[in-house]
């Protein structure tokens, strides 16, 4: 009978050298972490609940369901680098209002779709670090750093945009104000102000 292996996932650990890099890039958050990380696929897990099927690996026959949280992996690359930016808690709402907003009904039971509250933050997916068709590309201190320094600047421009097109929807608004206005006092004056009209030859 020939022998099986069976390869749950594969996992690695953050070089050091692009640990370090990120870090000086893009700083460190409220609770003194990073910023900036890079995680391997198999390793970045996530909450996710509701109702699973358990099935038996040899037959698919369904062994049960049950309902509960689980952590899963987050990204479908699970054989890829990945590049994550952490994002405060205030911006996921309040407790109340994340509950409110995840949770499912499964056979009668409430349960968090997205876990817990995230109280520290959360890092957000940013950057699949692979080649043009999909290939694998190894990653590196100064990929990682090059990724931040982009992404940062991205936001920057996004800050930069976004004032502009305020200002300019401000002076569109102005001078839309004042040809009506104008069109306004305009039509209000009979012509010429009642002076007769004398074209001259």
């Known amino acids: 009978m020939p022998t099986r292996i069976l390869i749950l996932r594969e996992t690695h650990d953050t070089p050091e050298a ?29 909450w996710i609940g509701g109702k699973f099927e358990e099935r038996d690996p040899e037959t698919g026959t369904l062994l049960r369901e049950v309902v509960e949280l689980r952590r899963e992996p987050k990204y479908p690359a699970v054989n890829r ?7 405060a808690p205030e911006v996921y709402g309040s407790p109340r209002a994340w509950y409110a907003q995840t949770a499912e009904i499964a056979d009668g039971r ?5 876990g817990p509250y995230p109280s520290r933050g959360e890092y957000e997916h940013c ?10 590309v ?21 800050r930069i945009l976004r004032r502009a097109a305020l200002y300019e ?31 001259v030859l």
Not at 19 to 24: H, K, N, Q
Not at 33 to 46: D, E, I, K
Not at 170 to 185: H, K, V
């Open 169 to 199: 929807r401000e002076r569109r608004e102005d001078r839309e104000y004042g040809e009506w206005a104008y069109d306004l006092l305009d039509d209000a004056a009979p012509a010429f102000h009642k002076q007769p009209f004398v074209t």
């Open 127 to 136: 950057f699949t670090l692979q080649g043009p068709r999909g290939e694998f």
């Open 18 to 46: 692009v640990a370090r890099r990120l870090l000086l890039t893009g700083g460190v958050n409220r609770f003194g972490a990073a910023n900036y990380r890079a995680v391997w696929g198999w390793n970045r897990l996530a």
């Open 110 to 114: 409430s349960v968090a779709a997205l």
């Open 138 to 158: 190894q990653l590196t201190a100064t990929a990682a750093e090059r990724i931040a320094r982009a992404i940062e600047w991205s936001r920057g421009q996004a």
């Open 81 to 87: 680098w990945h590049i994550e930016r952490w994002v």
